[in-house]
């Protein structure tokens, strides 16, 4: 169940309001809908934006026979199994609230593991279910116990078998244990000593190797040769340094895989040689860090490393893949990635990303090099005429170069239009070339969107993530500001109808911008954003989530005793009285990233000033608007906020977006 290390696909899934409706109705009453609203020529309904992808996420299973997938079965989200090349697909879980949006085989092929929260709360548990009898259990029955999900390990040499960490016996640590997959029982494998954040198997499905975060910000690498021999330090990594991730130990577990800067600037894949120490580059591009790395699933051999430069560039190191290569490349224009593979090798799942389609899935035959479509994420935008995003550079104004994407609406003059500046969340993140249904959706409504990778984003090298150090609110936000007054150099935008719209540090920096530098903007939308830095950093200190890394919010962002003033003089929450353009707010009642107290309260004091604030709180969601429902009441909320303050266009909602019932 290891993720992609691949930089990229956004994650808004999951729920639609109406569960009483299969998908097919409830695409035919939301397109209804707007036929009676009638759209301008070109206007893409929300409805096909923002509601649950159709289908998504394919893998194919160990044994190369059969193809899963997410697709809403009764308006939630649930896995679909088919019979490679046949048509018989058949929904095999029955989620009927909250909606799955990750999931993996097990190696035997005849079960599959996936995980959920409760209402966006994080506490993820992980559930089996078996094909044949569509029986669901819960591996990880433990309330108030959270499931490290993108930190399982399975292995195919052990498919009954798998280890999870579990904040079960400390909720501020996670320890590893090992779950039988057969009988469902569950035992302690590794305990955790109270600083490890990571954890790294061999494969013998043995934890071999951590990565800890000291109090002074650097990392921290430790292997043991055997599960029974005592941990001892292998490499570190100063606190300027950066740590793309451990990829794993070599097959004959003699080596460890590391993404590290030391000695380079932007992260570079190397093998480090247990024994001896000695180190050798595997992987490397001068400015860019290393994005994903591809390794063979039985074998354990490198093929592949990525780089996400202004779009994602593969490095080949396995020349006997060279001719598969060439053919993907041959199938579409956009940017692919092998998603999933059997363990013959022979039967690979691609996706292809573009900026102005959505996203493809495709079966590639090794044996003929031949590609046959499964399916697209979204394929009722295919009808409209969707906007290009072009990747930008523009000189700040202490001279550093800062990158970003520039999005203008499909068909416009490209000139004079109103802006909207989106800021990505993180902070430690970075925008990337891709379909993005916001991006879109405000360039179909008439707005250019700038995106801008400010300093302190990832993926650029380690000066331009350290340049980001202590800079929430300074430089970090000022390259917002330059990135906007360069579009309005270039003539591409009003200077007078600028907003700034973003998510979680997107949030934060829209506070920020309204309230540091209220002439810049002429409205602002914030969801689930940081208002107050000391309390956001102490809960970072004390929450599960966070616990072993606060070195690096301590050195990032500040210390919440040491740099009380310093975190208040950088806090929008002191600066209400500045707010004078009209905001938008919204918030999950169940976050536990950026509780709600951050949004209470900046709302609270811009209304002590006599400024009002459109507050939406959404009590059955988390850190992001998970339910199809809610993001399609949210975004119809924006979409009229964002008309009325810069000019864009704009359709009135339906009655299952009416948000009424939301403000606070």
Known sequence: MKKSFILALLYLLIFTV??????????????????????PDGMIPRSVLFSDLVKSSPRISPDGMKLAY?????????IFVRTMGKNDDRVVTSNKKQGITSFAWQYDSAHLLYRQDRDGDEDWHIYQTTLATGLTRDLTPFNGVRALEQHTFLSPGYPEQMLIPLNLRDRRFYDVYRINLKTGEIELDTPNPGDVGVWVPDYQLRIRATQTIASDG?????????????????YRLGSQETLSGVFGFTPDGKSIRIGSSVGANATRLIEVELASNRQTVIAEDPQYDVGGVQIHPTNGRIEAVAFVRARIGWQLLDRSLERDFVALHQISEGDFAIISRDLK???WIVAYELDDAPVTYYAYARATRQATLLFSTKPDLAQYKLAKMQAISFPARDGMTIYGYLTLPYGSSGKNLPLVLLVHGGPWARDTWRLSSMVQWLANRGYAVLQ???RGSIGYGKDYLNAGDREWGGKMQ???????NWVVAQGYTDPKRVGIFGSSYGGYAT???????????????????????STFVKHAASSPLWATAKGIFDRRVGNAEADAEFLQSRSPLFKAKNIKAPLLIAQGA??????????????????????PVEYLVFPDEGHGLARAGNRMKFFAAAEQFLAKHLGGRGAPPTDAERWDHLKK
């Open 590 to 611: 169940n976050d536990p990233r950026v509780k709600q107290t951050e949004s209470d309260q900046i709302v609270a004091a811009v209304r002590k000033n006599g400024q």
């Open 345 to 347: 090798d022979q039967a």
């Open 18 to 39: 109406f569960t009483l409706f299969p998908a097919f109705a409830q695409r035919q009453l939301f397109r209804s809908t707007y036929q009676r609203l009638s759209l």
């Open 478 to 484: 000022t390259d917002l500001l330059d990135g906007k």
């Open 511 to 533: 506070l920020a911008g309204l309230a540091f530098t209220p002439g810049e903007f002429a409205c602002g939308v914030d969801i689930m954003g940081i208002s107050n830095l």
């Open 70 to 78: 997410v697709a809403p079965a009764n308006g939630v989200l649930n």
């Open 452 to 454: 801008v990778n400010f």
């Open 218 to 234: 650097s990392s921290i690498i430790r292997i043991r040769d055997t599960v029974n021999t005592p941990w001892r330090e292998v």
